[in-house]
Nanobody, 123 residues
Framework: QVQLVESGGGLVHTGDSLSLSCVVSGRTISSWTMGWFRQAPGKEREFVASIGWSGSPTNYADSGKGRFTISRENARTTVYLQMNSLKPEDTAVYYC????????????????WGQGTQVTVSS
């Protein structure tokens, strides 16, 4: 059974940084595309970033370009999201996701999901 567990969320101020981690258990992720999504209250879940199986390509939503960095360590079955210069509009539950094949910026392209970690940015 594949499980994804996110960690690293918290309450920060505008301009601060946070590093999220996602540990995958149940199988290797070395051939999978991994992604991060987020969902704010009352809004749909939206794409944040993705990374190919070899570490590239990486793709980012416009909202995070230049501020967020996605990376992965296949040996540790871990995916990271470094978030800098955080803004109040980044407040959301952040989800890690895994896609067995292909790449997508849609929730429908991913097969497995974590439970999410809350990120709150105060102004």
């Amino acid at each position: 059974q594949v499980q994804l567990v996110e960690s690293g969320g918290g309450l920060v101020h505008t301009g601060d940084s946070l590093s999220l981690s996602c540990v995958v258990s149940g199988r290797t992720i070395s051939s999978w595309t991994m992604g991060w999504f987020r969902q704010a209250p009352g809004k749909e879940r939206e794409f944040v970033a993705s990374i190919g199986w070899s570490g590239s390509p990486t793709n980012y939503a416009d909202s995070g370009k230049g501020r967020f960095t996605i990376s992965r360590e296949n040996a540790r079955t871990t995916v990271y999201l470094q978030m800098n210069s955080l803004k109040p509009e980044d407040t959301a539950v952040y989800y890690c996701a895994a896609a067995r094949a292909g790449w997508s910026n849609s929730v429908y392209g991913y097969n497995y999901w974590g439970q999410g970690t809350q990120v709150t940015v105060s102004s």
